[in-house]
């Protein structure tokens, strides 16, 4: 509304009722001032707000200057002269005081710095983790034989996590009963028959796989048997590498090595990122994960490589060690951002939930399946094998 209007008498709407017709001439002399301030009333003096105000002030500073400032409010002592305003439509009212509350929550001083929190449950995790430690080590130094059941037990359990993740995500049908045999077979053979055992029950495997899903529509028979042969090579064959250590007169030795080495080398890149990390080590594969974190790795797993081949291996150096902890820290990474990058392609967070505060067996075997094959190798060119 325009300067010129302050001035001038209501005509209508929100002010007053419209002029019906002439308007009668006003008195002269004081009866007429008397009665030119019952009849016109100002405009109300509504001061722009400037960006970034608390609203409540400028309200109460315009109520104070020129009465309320919005419509629907009334002075707590009105004038004897006045009419009573005309109630403003019910949503017109609603969203005004919508406005007001809005404006009237308190500022956040900012954003505010967050303490670092673990993404699992730790007391579930320490105590799963222990457990199965526990379960590990009594059937690795009882009876070999036991230790094999263990083996293949985790492999069955691996594969089914696996083959359920790629039907449920992307539709495709790995046939589960050839893999769990064949896998189960594999890591026996690798047991019992050595090296030449294990990729001969791989290459039948991979064979059963072609020939079990040949019983189904052939649509989508080429992803399904890639994906079968994918597995096949991805659990049971590389776990079958922990079955050949194990072979050694100090099998379990050799295989407590190597399960000590992995996980200390998890346990320092996940406290040393935790801690310390800044710089992202692969940002769109694990964004978790951070240079300072695979250095944490390095240096743990040297450590505890250093110790086990001094004390633990028959004929094994500390500074052999050295060289087992380094590989063992970069092939433990690379198994756990190669099982980020199925999950991520997959769209999931964990491969199961059978293990509370871990996630599946597979996010258990994500770096120790990688690993198996590197300490088996080292430990042969270091001390033979067996």
Known sequence: MNDASRGAPPRGGYWGPPDQGRAPAAPAGPARDEHAAQQTRPMPIVPDLPAGGDQDDHDRGAARLSGPLFRDEMPQEPMPSEQPEPAEPQGRSQHRQQHRQQHRQPKQAGPQRQKKQAGRDLRAAIGVGVGLGAVIVASLFIQKAVFVGVIALAVVVGLWELTTRLHECKGIKAPLVPLAVGGAAMVVAGYVRGAEGAWVAMALTALAVLVWRMAQPPEGYLKDVTAGVFAAFYVPFLATFVALMLAADDGPE????????????????????????????????????TREGLFGAVAFAMAAGALCMQFLVDGGTWWQGLLLGLAVAVSATLGDLGESMIKRDLGIKDMGTLLPGHGGIMDRLDSLLPTAPVVWLLLVAFVGAG
Request: charged letters at 20%; hydrophobic letters at 45%.
């Open 254 to 289: 050799r295989v407590l090595t190597f399960l000590v080495l992995t996980i200390v080398s998890d346990t320092g890149a996940y406290a040393v990122g935790w801690r310390f990390g800044k710089h992202k080590l692969a940002p769109r594969i694990s964004p978790g994960k």
